[in-house]
């Protein structure tokens, strides 16, 4: 019955206690005002609490990006990963003898696709 606002619980009890002991009005005063205090407290931590929990909870659009950048991560990323990184390996020794900077800048680009896709898939990044 009182779980819906455990406030008035608590504020009855208060003058119930009041009433039964016949305690004076200054008394009953200090006494409800240390139960509205202490219910208020409780129902800002009740809030702040539920607040937390919604901002935790994912929304189905992101819970969609992210396995659409995980299947991207294991059908494209990975592989293009690998292939690019073992290039890259392959000609940045000879990047200062040849001069092929720029190649291997999009060389790394590639190597580091699996990481972009993680990236996104971690932070729920949508496409457009």
């Given amino acids: ?9 608590e504020v009855e009890q208060y003058l119930r206690h009041c009433l039964m002991h016949h305690a004076l009005p200054g008394e009953c005063g200090v006494l409800f005002k240390q139960c509205l205090f202490s219910s208020l407290q409780y129902l800002e931590f009740t ?3 539920s607040i937390n929990l919604q901002d935790n909870m994912a929304s189905c659009s992101e819970l969609m990006w992210s396995l659409f950048w995980l299947i991207v991560l294991f059908f494209i ?3 293009l990963s690998i292939f690019f990184g073992g290039i890259y390996g392959f000609l940045s020794p000879l990047t ?11 060389l ?7 990481r972009t896709c993680a990236e996104n ?5 949508a496409l457009c």
């Fill in 1 to 9: 019955m009182y779980l819906v606002c455990p406030i008035i619980y």
């Fill in 47 to 49: 809030q702040i609490r």
């Fill in 77 to 79: 990323g990975w592989p």
């Fill in 96 to 106: 200062t003898c040849i001069g092929l900077d720029q190649v291997t800048d999009v």
């Fill in 108 to 114: 790394l680009q590639g190597a580091n696709l699996g």
């Fill in 121 to 125: 898939m971690r932070s729920s990044k």
